[in-house]
């Protein structure tokens, strides 16, 4: 049955894939711009056919970012002066420093129990909002590097503000709308119930509070990260009542992300180079979804085989297998939902959430996030490549010279250092380790897990560590916030690069970057390139305890 629904989760992709990667090629490359689109510029005083350069567009985008982020921090810290508070008092400033650079940044960890600590409004107007707009970013982001692809010996991109709004009126919230209304029928919760208003099977009242719910889920899991209204995610039944709407929260993690290829060949006018990249992320996610299901399965420890699986931390509803493909899916989309707890998963299984998040989320990775990811790791094979044959570089007609790689390079290594650093940090000093509550290789997996998750804007975690303490709220925030905008800025100055170029005409030399032969060259870049960096890393952590369990 776990086979079967996997099956049936990549039909419904190939399905979606053509259809709805042309809506979006179609979204992005208008030049209409309906009545809502037309007030919102109006609003903003946008000049929406005023196109911008890199530097202009990423001036744009952190500037909204920076608005973003003090608005959400000074509505959970005003919240107990507001309506539909519910009675919480103020959120205490180092959750809300972490809250708001994490709903900012688009990874939505949680070091809180949301039903708790937050009130109806800030969980609608600031967290559910940014649900939206920080995915739009993510996409904007792709679609302009594309752009440095398609366009010839210019220096303008497009207008962030546009791509941003059209991100978030043409596509987030039409999906997200229907998306809604096929789980409040499968289940999900959408109401305003206030604190100490449901009744419990006992008859007495239980302290808890509902909400918009069903709406706050589908928009998380459209691979916009992890923050769920209760504090066990995906797993509450509020949150994913069924066994079918576990499946559908899969799809809706994978649906966009799995788009994005038709609409970059699309855009740069070669649709077999978006079935290139699409073959590549299919790989690498249809072996990760393997392994962890196999390491789930097979147990490499004396219950889970005496029992012929690895229950411990899964749903009953769900099973092992649909639990095992959802924290796949959820690593390797940077969505950070769970509807299992990875910190009791096997030692190996464990690994594979990991090794999904170092792999830099692109198989198909996060909203937009994937599929520049995945871009630069071409540039990168593409470079290696050329070095092995003695040429210079090319992808899509554009060179890959000294600045391109140089940008290149230094958007893979971001992560990489956030990763390792944040991780010594915490592993050698006082606040670090006193949060931890598990020693030896697991209790460092933990830590290693939350940085990764950090750094590569996930949000999900291990667990098995207090990270609400001041250290790891604002060790981790700064995580967040470099592994987002770094990677970004670096990703708009190669799509400048790009863009002024002009096209190079092909030759006998040309490496063809659609076919199986370039489709192969770059998971094995991507692979060697993650363990290489990382090994050391989980060696000490999930190997060492797989080997010894």
Not at 494 to 503: D, H, N, T
Request: glycine residues 12%; hydrophobic residues 50%.
């Amino acid at each position: 049955m776990g086979w079967i629904f996997i099956a049936s989760l990549i039909l419904a992709l190939v399905i979606t894939h053509k259809p709805l990667g042309d809506y979006m090629y179609r979204v992005y490359t208008s030049a209409k711009h309906n009545v809502v689109e037309r007030g919102i510029y109006k609003l903003l005083g946008v000049q929406a056919d005023a196109e911008q350069r890199w530097a202009v567009y990423a001036r744009s985008l952190l500037a909204f970012s920076v608005v973003s982020l003090l608005f959400l921090y000074g509505l959970q810290r005003l919240q107990s002066h507001l309506f539909l508070s519910l009675g919480f008092d103020p959120v205490p400033d180092h959750i809300a420093w972490n809250t708001a650079v994490s709903f900012v940044t688009n990874t939505n960890w949680q070091a809180y129990s949301g039903e708790s600590t937050m009130g109806h409004l800030v969980q609608m107007s600031g967290l559910a909002v940014q649900n939206f707009v920080s995915a739009a970013v993510g996409m904007a982001v792709a679609v302009t590097l594309v752009r440095g692809f398609a366009r010839k010996g210019v220096d303008t991109l497009g207008n962030f503000w546009v791509d941003l709004i059209r991100g978030t009126v043409r596509i987030l919230l039409p999906i997200a709308f229907v998306g809604a209304l096929i789980l409040v029928a499968g289940g999900l919760v959408q109401n305003f119930v206030g604190p100490h208003e449901v009744t419990g099977l006992t008859g007495g009242v239980q302290n808890m509070t509902g909400g918009p719910v069903a709406s706050q889920e589908v928009i998380k899991e459209l691979g916009t990260n992890g923050g769920g209204f209760y504090n066990t995610n995906s797993a509450h039944p509020f949150e994913n009542a069924t066994s079918w709407t576990n499946w559908f929260e899969i799809f809706l993690i994978l649906l966009i992300p799995f788009a994005l290829p038709r609409t970059f060949g699309k855009m740069v006018g070669q649709v077999r180079q978006g079935y290139a990249i699409l073959a590549v992320m299919g790989i690498i996610a249809l072996a990760s979804v393997t392994l962890t299901n196999v390491f789930e399965l097979g147990g490499d420890a004396t219950v889970p085989q005496a029992v012929g699986a690895a229950m411990e931390g899964k749903d009953v509803r769900f099973g092992v297998a649909n639990s095992a493909t959802f924290g796949a899916a959820t690593t390797l989309t940077s969505t950070g939902a769970v509807d299992s707890f990875h910190d009791s998963y096997t030692p190996f299984g464990g690994m594979m959430t990991m090794f999904n998040m170092m792999l830099g989320e692109v198989a198909p990775g996060g909203v937009g996030a994937g599929l520049y990811g995945m871009l630069v790791l071409a540039v990168i094979t593409v470079f290696v490549a050329g070095l092995m044959v003695g040429r210079t570089p090319e992808y899509l007609g554009k060179k890959i010279g000294a600045r391109e790689i140089k940008l290149a390079s230094m958007y893979f290594l971001v992560t990489p250092v956030l990763v390792l650093v944040g991780t010594a940090v915490a592993m050698g000093n006082e606040a670090g380790l006193a949060a931890m509550l598990n020693s030896g290789p697991h209790g460092f997996s933990e830590i290693l897990y939350a940085f990764t998750s950090a750094s590569n804007n996930n949000g999900s975690a291990f667990g098995g560590v207090t990270v609400n303490t001041p250290f790891y709220d604002i060790a981790l925030g700064l995580c967040m916030l470099f592994g987002r905008f770094l990677p970004i800025i670096f990703v708009l100055a190669l799509a400048g690069s790009l863009a002024q170029q002009k096209p190079v005409p092909e030759s006998v030399g040309t490496l063809p970057t659609h076919r199986p032969q370039f489709v192969g060259m770059v998971v094995g870049v991507t692979i060697i390139l993650v363990a290489l960096t990382f090994l050391p890393a989980l060696a000490l952590g999930p190997l060492a305890e797989g080997l010894l369990s």
